[in-house]
């Protein structure tokens, strides 16, 4: 149940256009709900494709299987169900292992304790951290 | 300005060995605000501590930098300022250069926006997802 | 499934009240479930209802379908499923058409990704903004 | 530095007999900037304030210093600095311990690491949990 | 639907051993799904029992109730619906009524309301919560 | 204090001419902190204020002022201080009066506590949300 009637095809060229670099670029046939969803909207679904398609598919600085976590470590945060079990399942099918899943887990964790224990304990900030003092 | 009067001095000796295997460990003088505040409690000083020593300064699956990064990613999303302070300090003196923490901020920027996307459209999950069905 | 058991029936005099005061106002028979299950406590229904009522059924000054989509914003933001929901349902009800849906959720998807970046560089803020200043 | 103006005097007769009942129901002379800066629209601040003494200055069935506890959890996981301050600077007055702070700390932080964990694992509810099933 | 495959029975020892203590220490003989899941690794598993074990579940000064209650705030605030069902259980079960269910949920819903509007006013924070001018 | 260096000058030509068109779209001199933050990466400079100039600053199907209120009940909601403040000044020049700006808040935190309530009773959601089933 969504906000929007699904998409039903592909009939619309801009979206079929869309849909066939998201198959090429990801090498899959497979289109997923966000994108089929995006769709009601095809200039949305053309910023977002290109934000995902540059940062996230495309080889960049940091790796992708790194690139996976990072975006797994918002969404979970967010508490946004679809896309932690999007994102895991990319970061899996790029290599992650249960072994570094369950650091992860352990990692983003630890964080949301001690960010809440600063918020709880109003913690000033060190004067140390400013990056105008690193070097 | 704290919810808790700050912690005078180290005369606490269970404080003071906290302190000093945070200087080991960390090979620092130097001891953040953070454990600090915390040490107003003694046994949730080193409740915290053991925590972070064991995944974040011990040697561990997933490499140093990129933990930093799933902290930062984790502490943006909180909006927590202190941690997102430390952490990404920590992550420069690991060697987070200047162009990989622009591609990190680009990567949780976009997690933001498409998990907001998400929320919004109420995207339904693909059952492609299910970890069951992944191997 | 909920945290409490469904409210079964009208029979309470109290909540039969502000039912009825809610189908008159809203010129609907349908109570939804939001207020089924607040009316396991009539005095937090009728708190509640009267907030809703003054401030989204009556006319006041922002009109009818900007007050819902600000509503959606908050909604969206906080991840609300069911209040995501309602409140998408009610714009189109007063109105909201595809192309501002769409529009809406451009906008609540950048805000969310530059508040992310706000809080991941630290922005300082800059005096101008200051209310004291601007007139 | 604020969103708005802040309201320099007591001049409006609706917002003085509002401070007058917020001075006689605490007991207290001073009035916090919380409500200083809600009364630039005294039937916002007329609103808060009545929700506020009915259900934390008056005597109801959670006790003053728990129900305080309860607002410091909420505050604190929304990361609201201004409440977090004002509401544990309440609860000490009410009589919470150094004790009772560090364990209070000691729970919200908890719950944020398993909330946490939950989103990352994306567990399901138990049936069991089901409160039409429990009695 | 979860992101990691359940674990299917008990026949790690170390598993095994952390079930029988939460056995044991919460006298019955249901092991809810979060441990479940956590259980695919051990040491997580491990290390989140301890917590809970010492903090929740053992006599502490903060009566078992109220860390229900605080617990179950931060778990709405964050909008974990497991950690919501399976808190608000538990406290039923440690005697929480209907009537401080509700008022438990009224100040829960106007702490949420204040600290919004507290972000919005962007209200300074008073120099008299100072925890160094308190005493 | 930021987690970043601030840009010292314009003298990158590929910021100089960002900066150009901002000033020459917005129509005034000043260039806020954000910008001159994001500056330090002059592609994500790029990316995020073509989104924003065809979004917020260009005309498009919902007015100015309303947009700027949808984007400030997200900045509100992520607890964003230099996002609440800078859209706030902007919706004001953009001509929200003082009693649009309190009405405004009255919807955000009416919001936050509905929000809070559906998410402590955990309702279900009604079929008839679901957008298939209108028309």
Redesign the interface.
């Known amino acids: 149940?969504?906000?929007?009637?699904?998409t039903p095809d592909e009939s619309d060229p801009s979206v079929k256009n869309i849909y066939q670099d998201i198959r090429d670029s990801r090498k899959t046939n497979?289109i997923?709900?966000?994108w089929r969803?995006?769709a009601?909207?095809s200039s949305?679904l053309k910023?977002?494709w290109e934000?995902?398609k540059n940062?996230?598919v495309k080889d960049?600085?940091?790796d992708k299987k790194?690139?996976e976590?990072?975006?797994?470590?918002?969404?979970?945060?967010?508490?946004?169900?679809?896309?932690?079990?999007?994102h895991?399942?990319t970061a899996?099918k790029l290599g992650m292992?249960?072994?570094?899943?369950?650091?992860?887990?352990?990692?983003?964790?630890?964080?949301?304790?001690?960010?809440?224990?600063?918020?709880?304990?109003?913690?000033?900030?060190?004067e140390?951290?400013?990056?105008?003092r690193?070097d």
């Open positions: 149940m969504s906000t929007i009637k699904q497979y997923g709900n966000f969803y995006l009601f909207d949305l910023n977002v934000d995902v940062l996230m960049t600085i940091i790194t690139k976590m990072i975006y797994m470590a918002v969404s979970i945060t967010n508490n946004c169900s679809y896309c932690t079990h999007s895991t399942a899996k292992t249960q072994e570094e899943h369950s650091e992860f887990l352990s990692i983003v964790a630890l964080a949301a304790k001690t960010n809440q224990l600063v918020n709880g304990l109003q913690v000033p900030i060190d140390i951290f400013d990056a105008d690193q």
